[in-house]
């Protein structure tokens, strides 16, 4: 597995989150990174993206304002920070490298997945 997700968890509406994306195998300084997600009988949607150096970094209009993506190259970690969650943002979050130096809000752009770590915001 070249990318592994973690952080997901059961929170209230209003509560925070912080997921996790890493990899032990990958170059990660090498490659853009993403996170997506997929709520249950819905397609995979883009959450944000980050570029390799962290300095471009993109947002799907639903979570603007409210989640951050960053990145610590030295510790080949990426990071969704979810701030004010709603129930809608309940999902399995995935995250992504795309080596192809771009800032996609384009799933298939990208070449590696992470398992997804399931996040629920209950009401």
């Known amino acids: 597995v070249q990318l592994q997700a973690s952080g997901g968890g059961l929170v209230q509406a209003g509560d925070s989150l912080r997921l996790s994306c890493t990899s032990s195998?990958?170059?990660?300084?090498?490659?853009?990174m993403g996170w997506f997600r997929q709520a249950p009988g819905k397609e995979r949607d883009f959450v944000a993206a980050i570029s390799r150096s962290g300095s471009s970094t993109e947002y799907a209009d639903s979570v603007k304002g409210r989640f951050t993506i960053s990145r610590d190259n030295a510790k080949n970690t990426a990071y969704l920070q979810m701030n004010s969650l709603k129930p809608e943002d309940t999902a399995v979050y995935y995250c992504a490298a795309n080596g192809a130096r771009l800032v996609t809000r384009k799933g298939y752009e990208y070449d590696y997945w992470g398992q997804g770590t399931l996040v629920t915001v209950s009401s």
């Open positions: 195998v990958l170059t990660f300084r090498t490659y853009s």
